[in-house]
Nanobody
Framework: QVQLVESGGGLVQAGGSLRLSCAAS????????MGWFRQAPGKEREFVAT???????YYADSVKGRFTISRDNTKNTVFLQMNSLKPEDTAVYYC?????????????????????WGQGTQVTVSS
């Protein structure tokens, strides 16, 4: 069992940066495959980034080159550094943990494989 708590969201102007944190209690994040998802009003939850296995990272095309996912095992925390933010990045951001193991990383792009979810943190980017 693990509990996830996100923080770091807020209001930022376009072009600005935010760093989201996801603090885990229970098992260490190094034993999980971790992901970030987001959900904008009226839209489905979508994949943002994932860090799996020994630290391989993958990103949605819409955030590639702007967002960075990382993991600090000593703090049992996963981060999402978001730079060059755009109004279309506005959403509630969720972190998630999966114990499932797949040979293909693409499975971790889908929310169905994740076992635990945080409550979400709001990110609003003004134009």
């Amino acid at each position: 069992q693990v509990q996830l708590v996100e923080s770091g969201g807020g209001l930022v102007q376009a072009g600005g940066s935010l760093r989201l944190s996801c603090a885990a209690s229970g098992r260490t994040v190094s034993t999980y495959n971790m992901g970030w998802f987001r959900q904008a009003p009226g839209k489905e939850r979508e994949f943002v980034a994932t860090i799996i296995g020994g630290g391989n990272t993958y990103y949605a095309d819409s955030v590639k080159g702007r967002f960075t996912i990382s993991r600090d095992n000593t703090k049992n925390t996963v981060f999402l550094q978001m730079n060059s933010l755009k109004p279309e990045d506005t959403a509630v951001y969720y972190c998630a943990a999966s114990l499932k193991v797949y040979y293909s990383a693409t499975y971790y792009f889908t929310n169905q494989v994740y076992d635990y979810w945080g409550q979400g943190t709001q990110v609003t980017v003004s134009s």
